[in-house]
T-cell receptor, first 112, second 110 residues
Framework: NAGVTQTPKFRVLKTGQSMTLLCAQD?????MYWYRQDPGMGLRLIHY???????AKGEVPDGYNVSRLKKQNFLLGLESAAPSQTSVYFC???????????FGPGTRLTVT | RKEVEQDPGPFNVPEGATVAFNCTYS??????FFWYRQDCRKEPKLLMS???SGNEDGRFTAQLNRASQYISLLIRDSKLSDSATYLC???????????FGRGTSLIVHP
């Protein structure tokens, strides 16, 4: 039982490049989330999903897209990376909105 | 104003001390509350859920005060290993998706 896993763990991108971050969970959770964490800013919700095939915008969705084609996977895409997207990205999942979230180990992204 | 607010600290305490953190939330409709612990360069991990009646887990006690809209975390007999950032979360708003505070840093020294 791996919990929540994220791929990759580290990545360096040049401005304008694109990439996809993969999140996978094996707990059969309905809800999945993508956050970014920057120094002094705490966790900020980018997008979330309340079930397979659904997505919704969070607090800071601009510049990101997501897809939830399978219940266990939640993908975060950056179409044209910008230095402002340099951050640590955490994926999380939960059984439902009232229950605790389980986080992945994070992806450290640097955009130069 | 952020929906969930915490004093960033750091709280610098000696081993064995008792320390308490508060976390205020702005949405009175919030239903679910949590405390998470985050170690440096690691992911947040659930420390405790916070129930209306309060709950205790070993040295840790969490309380909810709905009238004043805050939750608290009390750590007794602090250990060096308690040094971390403590994040609170409240599920508020129509979607009830949890919102996190920015965290409170705790440093326990010998």
């Amino acid at each position: 039982n791996a919990g929540v896993t994220q791929t990759p763990k580290f990545r360096v991108l040049k401005t304008g490049q694109s990439m996809t971050l993969l999140c996978a969970q094996d707990m059969n959770h309905e809800y999945m989330y993508w956050y970014r964490q920057d120094p002094g800013m705490g966790l900020r919700l980018i997008h979330y999903s309340v079930g397979e095939g659904t997505t919704a915008k969070g607090e800071v969705p601009d510049g990101y897209n997501v897809s939830r084609l399978k219940k266990q996977n939640f993908l975060l895409g950056l179409e044209s990376a910008a230095p402002s997207q340099t951050s640590v990205y955490f994926c999380a999942s939960s059984r439902d909105r009232a229950h605790e979230q389980y986080f992945g180990p994070g992806t450290r992204l640097t955009v130069t | 104003r952020k929906e969930v607010e915490q004093d960033p600290g750091p709280f610098n305490v000696p081993e064995g001390a008792t320390v308490a953190f508060n976390c205020t939330y702005s949405n009175s409709a919030s239903q679910s509350f949590f405390w998470y612990r985050q170690d440096c360069r690691k992911e947040p991990k659930l420390l405790m859920s916070v129930y209306s009646s309060g709950n205790e887990d070993g040295r840790f006690t969490a309380q909810l005060n709905r009238a004043s809209q805050y939750i608290s975390l009390l750590i007794r007999d602090s250990k060096l290993s308690d040094s971390a950032t403590y994040l609170c979360a409240a599920a508020s708003g129509g979607s009830y998706i949890p919102t996190f505070g920015r965290g409170t840093s705790l440093i326990v020294h010998p």
